[in-house]
C-alpha cells in the first residue's frame, strides 16, 4: 500500500480550544538571538519585542539569559509543563501591523504566545542549562522550517512519470523504501545517514541516526502521538516486511524522509551519505566481562565507512570510493571525534551498491 507524506511533523500537538489554551499558558517565548529585557510575570506572557534601535538592548545578553533562566526554574517549581518557543520580533511587529495590535499590549504578546505555541517548534524546559535548551530549540526549528519547505515541494509535486498516480505519493514510498533498504545492507553497528537537497543558499539538511539492537529515545517517542495513536512509523513497523529496521519510526527519520522524497517529486539535486561503524567485539565493550570498566577507555575504536549516491532527476545513482572523497556532497559528522564514537580521521571511502529499481504500488 501506498504511503503518504505526513500532513503535520511527529510531536505536533492537534488545534483544539482546550489544547490551544494549555499550550499558550504553558510556552515562554525565546527570541531568536536572546535580547535582554523584563522575563513574563506569567507563563504565555512572551518576551518584549526588541526596540527599533537596540543597541543597549542586544548590549545585555548574558544578563537576560540569567534572568530568563532564573524565570523558568521558578516556573518549573511550581509543577505543570513549561515549553520554550522561538521569538521572531519581526514577526511579531509585522503581525501587529496587520492586525492593528499594540506591540506593547498583554494581550497581544499573549495572544501571538499562543500561535507560536501551536504552530512553532517548541522543546520541553525541566530546569536543564538554558543553553542546552536554547540549543535544543534552534535545532527544533531549523527542523520545522526544513519540513515546511518540503511538504510545500511535494504539494507542488506533479504527477508521477512513472505510474501517472499523485507524485508526492510515489516519491515518499520511494524515499521509505531507499532509505529502508539502505540501512538493512549497512548491517549491524551504528548508522548516521544525512541527505541534503540543494534549495536556495542554505539547501535543506536532514539527519538521521541508528543503533543496531536498541531504541532511542527519538524512536520511542515516534511510537504514539499526542493523543496515543500509533505514529506512521509504528504503522509501517507493524505492517512493513519484518527484515530491516524502518525510517518512519523517530522524527528524525521522518524529516529525512521528508528532503528525499522532495528531491525525487522536483527532481532537484541532493545527496545521500551513509557513515557506518561496525560493533564492537564483546571482549573490547566497556562494562563487558572481559572488556574495559564502564567509564574507562575502550582503547581501538571500530573505523567508518562511508558510502554516497547522487540524487537527480528522481533517480538515485550510487557513487565510487573516489567520488565520495572526492564531490564531497554532504558534511562531516561534527560527532566523529566525540566519546564514544570513532575517532577523526578513521574514515575510508566505500563504493556504494547500485539500488534497486523502484516499482510504484497501487493506491
Do not use: K, N
Not at 505555541?117 to 540549543?135: C, F, K, M, S
Not at 545527496?271 to 573490547?284: C, D, N, V
Amino acid at each position: 500500500m501506498q504511503q503518504t507524506p505526513p500532513s503535520r511533523p511527529p510531536g505536533r500537538p492537534a488545534a483544539t480550544a482546550a489544547g490551544y489554551r494549555a499550550l499558550t499558558v504553558s510556552t515562554v517565548l525565546v527570541p531568536a538571538d536572546a535580547p535582554p529585557g523584563p522575563a513574563p510575570a506569567e507563563p504565555g506572557g512572551g518576551p518584549h519585542p526588541a526596540d527599533a534601535s537596540g543597541t543597549d538592548r542586544w548590549a545585555e545578553r548574558d544578563a537576560y539569559l540569567r534572568g530568563l533562566e532564573r524565570h523558568l526554574r521558578q516556573l518549573v517549581r511550581r509543577g505543570g509543563p513549561v515549553r520554550l518557543a522561538l521569538f521572531e520580533p519581526e514577526e511579531y511587529l509585522d503581525h501587529c501591523r496587520r492586525t492593528g495590535a499594540d506591540p506593547e499590549s498583554p494581550a497581544a504578546r499573549a495572544a501571538w504566545t499562543g500561535e507560536r505555541a501551536a504552530d512553532a517548534a517548541a522543546v520541553a524546559y525541566r530546569g536543564q542549562p538554558l543553553d542546552h535548551a536554547l540549543t535544543h530549540l534552534a535545532a527544533a526549528e531549523q527542523a520545522r522550517r526544513t519540513w515546511e519547505r518540503c511538504a510545500d515541494l511535494l504539494a507542488a509535486a506533479e504527477r508521477c512519470p512513472r505510474c501517472g498516480g499523485p507524485g508526492a505519493e510515489c516519491a515518499f514510498q520511494q524515499a521509505a523504501d531507499t532509505v529502508t533498504e539502505l540501512l538493512r545492507r549497512a548491517g549491524p553497528g551504528a548508522q548516521r545517514l544525512v541527505c541534503t537537497l540543494a534549495d536556495g543558499a542554505a539547501g535543506l539538511s536532514a539527519t538521521m541516526r541508528r543503533t543496531d539492537g536498541s531504541r532511542t529515545p527519538d524512536a520511542a517517542a515516534g511510537d504514539a502521538g499526542p493523543d496515543g495513536a500509533a505514529s506512521p512509523g509504528r504503522r509501517l513497523r507493524a505492517s512493513g516486511p519484518a527484515a530491516g529496521p524502518s525510517p518512519l519510526a523517530s522524527p528524525d527519520g521522518l524529516l529525512l524522509l521528508m528532503v528525499l522524497s522532495a528531491a525525487l517529486a522536483t527532481g532537484g539535486d541532493a545527496g545521500l551519505l551513509l557513515r557506518s561503524a561496525p560493533p564492537l567485539p564483546p571482549a573490547e565493550r566497556p562494562g563487558s566481562a572481559d572488556g574495559p570498566p564502564a567509564g574507562a577507555s575502550r582503547g581501538r575504536a571500530p573505523g567508518q565507512e562511508v558510502r554516497g549516491w547522487a540524487v537527480h532527476g528522481g533517480a538515485i545513482r550510487a557513487l565510487s570510493a573516489a567520488e565520495v572523497a572526492a564531490v564531497r556532497l554532504l558534511p562531516d559528522d561534527p560527532g566523529a571525534g566525540a566519546p564514544g564514537g570513532p575517532p577523526v580521521g578513521a574514515v575510508v571511502h566505500r563504493t556504494a551498491l547500485e539500488l534497486p529499481g523502484y516499482r510504484c504500488r497501487p493506491l
